[in-house]
């Protein structure tokens, strides 16, 4: 027994220190963006660069199920938008509450009869087909209740523009987000996506779309995500855009090229984390075409969404990431360690299935072999601390620097106070939080993996 | 155990250390960026305290040492665009064209290979800034930077310098891209004033590639109208649906009478785009003869041939409100502004 714990805890060992180095790689690689985000602030201004006919026409994406609260706020913010040309679809996806009944009310909606072709398969019956008699630029689509991916789907079938965005229905933009967007795509060669940033909506003001006091909310659920979605976009991200783009961009804001997504046979209605897959799917399209390309992201344009506020709602959304993101990475299996495949198979792909995605197994794995050395009596407090260091130190040390540069570069949020209560929850997130999203983790990855061999039989 | 204490003791030390740097890193940055703009803000009151001693007309303008010395073409941009607002007048026209022909254009070609596609843009945009002949080399580099901002840019430098290998080029790289970069290219010629119809028609002549000619269609339609000399029937049955749209606007454009019967029958073709454009050109003719086919589009499957459809007929005087009224659609309850879907096409 004492030797297959040892043996484990050397893997596991090996393990996080060659996790950590990817992390700061990753790290190192995140710094020349924040390098680009202060010179581009002198140059971002493309309304002054272009003439206001040049610009590419943008269709805004909303789906929205039972989004009652929140839609208005969220389409709002889209029209007080900079940019000119700009469409705005919604997609009521089978709200059982009033979300249409409230758009029909505010925008003057008038049902008409459209045939909506069928360029990529959509599964959900369409109920109606709703313009604005305010002659805005809203289009509403009802349909039945198929989930996200099929919205977006249907809203690709009536996009007439060259870029679409897709946007969460409880999501608030900044009034440069889009130009933002469009910026990073004028500056890059063949940019078939750009990702944006997304922040944390809950413990901010908002009036009418508009985000009058941008504040972290001090209540521990809200506060813990806050920190982990600013290690997400402030240094992942853009640790991977230096590298040559990352597998991950946020569903709540992201800017596609409209013919790129129809070519990949539009979003995958079997995944909930259709953001995940699309962009794997467009990676893995165009390097087996060989074709250039870029996918990329810019912390200019940001948006702010709102995240579950209960356990139970973060449960659930926790498990539905994991086993989506594992069922995206297994259908894209053949990019791993295919040279074929560039960077992305060579790096990125292995990074994100064996890091991020199978990464839980391992920290499992650790905790576990924790408690079995101590009820065995063969527990090495050694090996432990230097684990546990491991563990706790690098993801503390990763993020607090990320929270010192947020605050010097980007800060978007008002509040002084707000940094040390950022850091007080970076020192303590590994304490208990992190232990639950393992095992909710875990949980999404062996129920998966059951499924997927009785399913097999 | 003493080795893992350690360890986690150096680790910790490390950690800090690693934060500590990585911050003192971003506020340097920062500094560097703050003292970069006051650095600049200073160069641009040089420039413009030199420039304004020459201001008096008996002045005779020197594009003095200092002024290469400074090698911003950045900050000579800025100064140039406020001068042009604020000081008008032939003698600063004068002092202009020498500053741009002097100090300008010798930076901008040193700038065109530069990393920094920043630095690119402003050699771009300093060639946008006054016709400079001899420069098709640097131009055509423009055209065929990776940056799409700087190809936009080298565009309208084509156009302003008008050099027949850049012209080519262009013409080239919108043939090949797709409908949302054409977009953008081809709106640099909605700028232009000068009519280089003549040099299309030309290619027009000459090109057997159906994109080629597609663009050239597209690019003459923002060209005042010239009589058609060449056969156009092969374009307008072509099977590439680009040359065929393109082809159909601009008969459209500049053959009235040959275009009615032409746009009429492109009502029945099975591409909503195609019956989209014919009934938007169908509009623009005021073809009053078209009125019963384009009523018959207001039961169209694609809501935007519909849409366009409606807000054609609306514009046709009495003939058109009364085909809309008998369909059964009430002009006043669609949202005309719908309609500006259709000014992309």
Known sequence: MTAIVNSLNWIILWYLIALSFCYVVLLAASIPDIFYRFAESETGDIKKILHIKALRPVTVIISAHNEENNILDTIYSVFKNTYPEMHIIVVNDGSTDNTLTILKKTFNLIKINNLIPQIVTTKGKIKGYYISHYGIKLTVIDKENTGKSDSLNTALNTCRTPLFITLDADSVLEPDAIVNAIFYMMTHENTLAVGGAVYILNGCTVKNGEIIEKKMDRRPLYALQTCEYMRSFLFSRSGWNMLGGGLSYAGAFTLFNHRAVIDVGGFDTENLAQDFEIITHLHEYMRQKKKPYTIGYTAAAVAWTDVPGTMKELWKQRINWQRDTLRSMLLHVRMLFNPRYGIIGMFTYPFFLFGETLGVVVEFTAYFLVVLSWYYGILDTYWAILLFVICWGFVTFLTMATAFMSFVTYNKYHRLSDLPLLLLVVLTESFGYRQLLVLCRIKATVSYFIKKLLFWK | ?345
Request: glycine letters at 4%; one cysteine or more; hydrophobic letters at 45%.
């Open chain 2, 1 to 345: 155990m003493n080795f893992g204490y350690h360890f986690a003791e150096d680790f910790i030390i490390f950690g800090f250390a690693f934060i500590a740097l990585i911050t003192l890193f971003t506020f340097l940055l920062k500094i560097y960026f703050f003292i970069e703009k006051k650095i600049k803000n200073k160069k641009k009151l040089k420039i413009k305290h030199y420039l304004m001693r020459f201001m008096h007309p008996q002045q005779k303008f020197s594009t003095k040492r200092f002024l290469y010395r400074l090698k911003r073409l950045d900050i000579f941009l800025q100064v140039i665009n406020e001068f042009d607002t604020t000081i008008p007048g032939k003698h600063w026209e004068e002092m202009r064209s020498k500053l741009i022909t002097d100090v300008m254009i010798p930076l901008a070609k040193k700038a065109i290979n530069s990393f920094s596609w920043y630095t690119r843009y402003y050699a771009a945009q300093t060639f946008c800034l006054m016709p400079a002949p001899g420069n098709d080399h640097y131009l055509i580099k423009l055209l065929n930077d990776s940056v799409p901002l700087i190809n936009l840019r080298g565009a309208e430098a084509a156009l302003l310098n008008f050099s027949e290998p850049a012209m080519n080029r262009l013409v080239a790289r919108i043939a090949s891209e797709d409908w949302g970069k054409q977009i953008i290219d081809l709106s640099v010629f909605d700028y232009d004033k000068i009519d280089k119809g003549n040099f299309f028609e030309k290619k027009l002549r000459s090109s057997k590639d159906p994109m080629i000619r597609a663009v050239c269609y597209e690019i003459m339609l923002r060209y005042p109208q010239r009589r058609i000399q060449w056969d156009i029937t092969p374009d307008v049955t072509s099977s590439n649906i680009d040359l065929k749209i393109a082809a159909i606007k601009y008969i459209a454009y500049v053959d009235r009478e040959a275009a009615i019967p032409l746009l009429i029958e492109s009502l029945k073709n099975p591409l909503w785009k195609i019956r989209l454009i014919a009934i938007h050109r169908l509009g623009m003719l005021h073809a009053d003869s078209a009125i019963p086919q384009i009523a018959a589009c207001l039961d169209d499957s694609d809501l935007w041939v519909k849409m366009s459809a409606i807000e054609v007929l609306k514009n046709m005087g009495k003939e058109g409100d009364k085909a809309l009224r008998s369909s059964g659609i009430a002009p006043e309850q669609i949202a005309s502004d719908v309609i500006q879907f259709n000014t992309w096409w």
